[in-house]
């Protein structure tokens, strides 16, 4: 009796899933805790998801402020403490150019030595991407199964 159950069980989350196409909302599929959402990511100091930023003129920035923490080491221990002390909205234009580091190891073997040097990187943010939908399957090993490509169009900030 309880493996018909638990097959009933798992015909109607089979069932619910499949209901679910490209053409579902972004809150119904938001508001199933049994849906990963997995977008691209914009670079604001850190990675943000797509789907928690807006346009904001010629920028992105986060829907909401971002606490802006700090961690360091305390004691002989070197106990981790974590201290917060402001909050922010974090942006970026959409329309970038950054400095990062374009490394190479230089010479052989054990006198191998890593040379950095400046890189100038320019870009644009799309304010439309794909998003990979899929859907948590329940069971010991948690595994997902992929349902759909889904484009996202960044929404203007309020």
């Known amino acids: 009796m309880n493996k018909f159950i638990a097959m009933?069980?798992?015909?109607?989350?089979?069932?619910?899933?499949?209901?679910?196409?490209?053409?579902?909302?972004w809150e119904t599929l938001q508001n199933d805790p049994r849906i990963k959402i997995e977008a691209p990511t914009v670079f604001m100091g850190s990675s943000v998801d797509y789907m928690s930023v807006c346009k904001d003129g010629n920028n992105l920035r986060t829907n909401h402020v971002v606490k802006q923490c700090e961690t360091y080491t305390v004691g002989h221990n070197d106990r981790p403490v974590t201290t917060c002390k402001a909050s922010?909205?974090?942006?970026?234009?959409?329309?970038?150019?950054?400095?990062?580091?374009?490394?190479?190891?230089?010479?052989?073997?054990?006198?191998?030595?890593?040379?950095?040097?400046?890189?100038?990187?320019?870009?644009?943010?799309?304010?439309?991407v794909n998003v990979k939908v899929s859907q948590m399957m329940g069971g010991k090993n948690d595994r997902e199964e992929f349902l759909f490509n889904k484009s996202y169009s960044v929404p203007n900030c309020h």
């Open 8 to 25: 009933i069980a798992l015909l109607a989350t089979a069932a619910t899933a499949s209901a679910y196409t490209a053409s579902t909302s």
């Open 88 to 128: 922010k909205y974090l942006s970026t234009p959409i329309n970038y150019t950054r400095t990062s580091w374009d490394c190479q190891y230089v010479g052989g073997g054990q006198n191998a030595q890593r040379v950095c040097k400046d890189k100038v990187v320019s870009g644009t943010y799309p304010l439309t």
